[in-house]
Structures are given as C-alpha cells and as structure tokens.
C-alpha cells in the first residue's frame, strides 16, 4: 500500500510533478550532461519530505545502512548499479572487503549488512566483512532475524593494505560512518576506499552538503522554470554551540529567528495556512542523534537540563558544537494515520529503490529517524524511474519519479560537496 497525501492534491506541489513529468526529456538529458563532470558516490540515500506545497531533501546519508528495506522485486537495479559503479572506481577488483558499524546488537542492521553483500556478491565479487570491534578477534559468526548468518572478522594491517587473516582485498567498501573518527587501521592505504575517508562525519558538514545543493537547485529550477524554494529547505549554521553550558545560545536565538522569518514570507507569498518551523540538529552526525523541531527563538531560550542533554551528544558520544539549523518541511503522506516520509536508495547515480519511514507516535513537523518501537519502513512498491506521463500526475509511478528526481539532486550535491572537501584537504596538505 503506498501512502497517500491527507491533504488536497493542488496547488504548488502538483504544478511541480507536472512540470518533472513534462520536461523528463530535458531533466534526463540534464542529469546525463552533470555526470560527465561529476562522479557519484558508490552509493547514497536520501530523506524526503513532501508538505503537499514543497518536496525537499532533509538529509543525505553516503552511507546507507537499510538495504534489507529495500523491494527485494528490484534487486537486479541493486545489482547492475553496482555493477557499473565498481567497474568505474575499482575496474580491477576480484576481493572486496565490506566493513559495516559495531553496531552487533542491532540486528536490523546486519541484516542491511548482509543484503549489501549479497549484492556486491552478485555483481561477481569475493566479498568477506572485517570489523573495528577490537573485542572480535577471530572470526564471529551472528545469527540473523531473518535467517541466515553473517560471519565478522578481524581487521588485518600489513604496510599499506588492509585485510583478513587470509584476505587480501583489491578495495574497501565502508559502511560505516565514521562518526567517531577515522581509526588509525585506514589511514594511509593504498587500496582504493570506497566512500573515502573524508566523507565520513569527522570531517563532513551537512552545511557543507546543503550549500552545493542550493546551488545545485538553483540551476535544475532554472532549467524547468520553477521556484527554486520548492525543492530546497532554508538552512543556516550555528558552531561553537555548548548546549549544557548554555553558550552559543545567542547565535542559535538570532539565526533560528531570521530563519523562520524567511521560511513565513515564502508562506504568505504561497497563501499556505501553516505555521514554520525549523529542525536544529548537528552538522556532523546521523541516526537522529541531536535533533529538534524549533517553532520560536522561545523554544531554544526554555531548553530544559534533559532537552540540553539530547542535543548536546551525537552518535558515538561525540559532543555536539556546531549545528544546522534548517527549514522544517511538513510531511502529509500518511499511512494508516501513521506519519511518513521516503527515503530514495541510490547505487553510482541510479535510483534503485527506496521505503517509506513510518512513525506512529511523532508529528508531522517532527524528525521521523528517531528510535521506537513504532517505527516501521515500508518498501516502494513501484521503482522511481518509470514515470506515465500519460496518468495524472499524482499516480504512483509519477510521485515515486519526483522522489528519484529529488534524490538525485541531492546526490550530485553531495558529489560537488566531496570534490569541495578533496580539493581544500589537497590545498592544505604540506
């Protein structure tokens, strides 16, 4: 069952979707033309939100940790988009090595771990997981919630490879963040990373990230003749924040105002009946670690001790000092009254499938990536690149390509963003 919007389809949104549908030919063609300059990431998912008014990307993960949500019907895009991108980055790979997070108690996780290495697996790969758990020190084999196994193994370090006891790999596939920090083992090696190092959250910025995609957005909404504000959320940036010591606190206050400022002009020039709100989390870090919906420089002012707590530690226990504070975007696709947003799967630059986050007990002005016991994906069940432009422009397969479209928007952002990031990394090198 693919949810539905709960509120009248009219106005800017369903102008939007006619106009992806309409230019498809120019967008295509647009998308082919950004590649030949621009080298995507191995792989990339994207969070959406869609108010019924705007469709933006909120978030954009370069390493993506639910492919055991993705349609196991679309399985062979997975395949021969990993195909093509292995070919591109690591021709003469035969033996990879896939090392996931620590995270051995999360079994939802593994299971996304070994569905990523069925895939890598298929495209003809040898492929064996290594772990930086320090406490594996021989192989481990986990039982799986949905049956199967997967077997961790620690990792091995000879000069400038990395490895297994036994396996000496031509690549590296991570995914694993790197929120803590690049680990000493993967400095320095000559076989290729995949993504590298610096695009993992010790170095990475989601300001970063959204300053190419407002670029980005400028352009594709020149192309088709649109607003860009339609696709892309305000943001601004706030660092030096000590949430427990209450420092920064002025910073947060003054730009968390003007934001909202903005945000409610673009309302009353759209005659959209909502109130604004911005989402204020740290530039650095995932799993919805960090985060909160904003309505008034009151709510950053009245911050109790347990709220300043939560935003004052990220993923890992990394203290939190710089934050993003960006447009809050609705999202009016429910399912059974629960909230729910999409997240679009991407392997090099094709769109191989995605699920929707489902969460019974938040809002629709609320972060969804959120621990619960309520939260449920739900895989597409259409893929995003088979648009009828012959249908309305809300049937399922249209809205699932105004999805992809999006998400790839958001992915050529974070491919400018990475060449950013190596070109300033390669100036300041001695």
Not at 85 to 102: D, G, S
Not at 128 to 150: Q, V, Y
Not at 168 to 188: E, Q, R, T
Not at 195 to 201: E, S
């Amino acid at each position: 069952m693919v949810p539905y919007l709960t509120t009248a389809l009219a106005g800017p949104l369903l102008d939007l979707e006619k106009r992806l549908l309409d230019a498809q030919p120019t967008i295509e063609h647009w998308f082919r033309q950004q590649w030949k300059d621009q080298a995507a990431p191995f792989y990339t998912s994207v969070d959406i939100r869609n108010a019924g008014f705007k469709l933006a990307p909120v978030d954009t993960n370069l390493f993506p940790g639910g492919f055991n949500n993705l349609n196991p019907a679309f399985m062979s895009l997975s395949i021969h988009a990993a195909m093509g991108a292995v070919e591109k980055i690591c021709p003469a790979a035969q033996r990879l090595l896939l090392i996931p997070e620590n995270h051995t108690r999360n079994t939802f996780y593994l299971q996304n771990v070994a569905v990523l290495a069925h895939i890598l697996r298929q495209t003809g790969l040898i492929v064996r997981i290594g772990t930086l758990i320090p406490e594996i020190t021989a192989p481990t084999t986990l039982e799986l919630p949905a049956g199967g196994r997967l077997t961790l193994e620690p990792l091995v370090r000879e000069g400038e490879r990395i490895g297994l006891a036994d396996f000496d790999p031509c690549a590296v596939l991570l995914n694993n963040d790197l929120s803590a920090g690049v680990p000493d083992i993967l400095k320095g090696i000559e076989q290729t990373i995949m993504p590298p190092l610096y695009a993992g959250w010790a170095t990475r910025r989601k300001s970063r990230h959204f300053r190419a995609y407002e670029q980005v957005a400028v352009e594709f909404a020149r192309l088709i003749g649109i607003d860009p504000w339609l696709i892309d959320p305000y943001f601004d940036q706030c660092g030096k924040i000590d949430f427990q010591a209450r420092q920064g606190e002025a910073c947060l206050v003054e730009k968390v105002s003007a934001l909202l400022a903005r945000i409610q002009a673009k309302y009353d020039a759209y005659g959209i009946d909502q109130s604004p709100f911005v989402i204020v989390k740290a530039d650095a870090g995932t799993y919805g670690m960090g985060i909160m919906t904003v309505k008034s420089p009151d709510d950053v002012r009245e911050l109790n001790r347990k709220q300043r707590n939560k935003m004052a530690v990220g993923k890992e226990g990394m203290e939190v000092h710089e934050v993003l504070i960006q447009e809050g975007v609705y999202t009016f696709e429910s399912i059974n009254e629960a909230v729910a947003e999409p997240v679009v799967y991407m392997i090099d630059h094709f769109v191989v499938g995605g699920f929707y986050r489902v969460h019974t007990t938040r809002g629709v002005d609320e972060n969804l990536n959120s621990p619960g016991m309520h939260f449920v994906p739900l895989a597409f069940d259409e893929t995003c690149v088979m648009p009828d432009r012959s249908a309305n422009p809300d049937a399922s397969p249209n809205r699932f390509y105004a999805y992809g479209v999006i998400a790839r928007l958001a992915m050529l952002a974070a491919s400018v963003e990475l060449d950013e990031t190596f070109n300033e990394l390669a100036d300041a090198a001695p």
